[in-house]
């Protein structure tokens, strides 16, 4: 028997050219989208410094101080340093250096309360507590040194009112406050008194001040033929407020700070605060 092997035919594969694949839009611009993304990330890089800067972080500059304040001093014999006064050098010394600070005072000038505190020729030049001229990057060393020449000029204002004509016009010592220099911004007047207005021409002492219209008679004498002093966007802090050696009596201390938020509030439009106590 003769047997026939079929073989099966060969199949040879074809195979087809692979097409060139063409860069789509997204693939021709992904180095472009990388390099935006690098200038994003350092845009916002250069941001997070500059905030930091602004909020005192690390590549911000020297803290400057910039507030306006003033200090009145009564040279009154109220405030004598006994049990006689209501001790005026011993609350300035004691009050002004936090004054100066919670307040960050730059500049800080000086009035006078005396028996006519706007002619008085007490005169204390206004000191610069942070200078510009001063580059030194660290500035708590110099306001330091700077802050007890400003308490030794407050000192120095109080030993004239003392020397000449002691009085109490209070309402003169703020006038006088208002006529020095400043910058916008909120001024703060430390003011020094007992805030007993005693001159020549008025005497809170002889004014009852129980009623209203009491008080009302009260303001307008003392504001007739002077004025108010001019003291926009102020805050003044009061020291000694109604303390004469405990002769003061707790009914009088009541109207006297009626009398006063009366003329100083409603009137002058300034602020009042008793936080650096009594």
């Not at 911000?60 to 001093?73: K, N, Y």
């Not at 014999?77 to 049990?83: A, K, N, P, R």
């Not at 911004?185 to 009491?214: A, C, K, N």
């Not at 109207?255 to 106590?277: I, R």
Request: glycine share 8%; aromatic share 6%.
């Amino acid at each position: 028997m003769t047997t026939t092997r079929t073989t099966a035919p060969t199949t040879t594969a074809t195979t087809e050219p692979t097409p060139t694949t063409k860069p789509t839009p997204s693939t021709r611009r992904r180095p472009r989208a990388a390099g935006r993304t690098a200038a994003l990330a350092t845009a916002a890089l250069l941001l997070s410094a500059t905030t930091t800067a602004c909020d005192g972080g690390p590549f911000s500059g020297p803290e400057h101080l910039s507030a306006d304040c003033a200090v009145v001093l009564d040279g009154s014999g109220s405030g004598l340093d006994s049990d006689a006064g209501f001790r005026a050098k011993e609350k300035l010394q004691a009050t002004l250096p936090a004054f100066l600070t919670d307040k960050k005072c730059k500049y800080l000038s000086y009035a006078p309360i005396t028996s006519a505190s706007e002619a008085s020729s007490c005169q204390v030049a206004r000191i610069d507590i942070d200078p510009d001229a001063d580059k030194r990057p660290e500035r708590e060393g110099l306001w330091k040194q700077t802050r007890v020449l400003a308490g030794a000029g407050a000192e120095k204002m109080l030993k004239c009112a003392r020397d000449r004509q002691p009085g109490s016009d209070v309402l003169g010592g703020l006038a006088r406050a208002a006529d020095v220099p400043r910058a916008d911004g909120t001024f703060h007047v430390l003011v020094i008194s007992d805030f007993d207005q005693s001159d020549p021409d008025f005497r809170l002492s002889r004014y009852e001040l129980v009623t209203q219209p009491e008080r009302d008679t009260a303001v307008e004498e003392l504001v007739d033929g002077r004025g108010l002093p001019d003291l926009p966007d102020t805050t003044v802090y009061r020291v000694g407020f109604a303390m004469r050696g405990g002769k003061t009596n707790p009914e009088r201390v009541e109207q006297m700070q009626q009398f006063w938020q009366q003329l100083l509030e409603k009137e002058v439009k300034v602020d009042v605060d008793d936080g650096y106590g009594a």
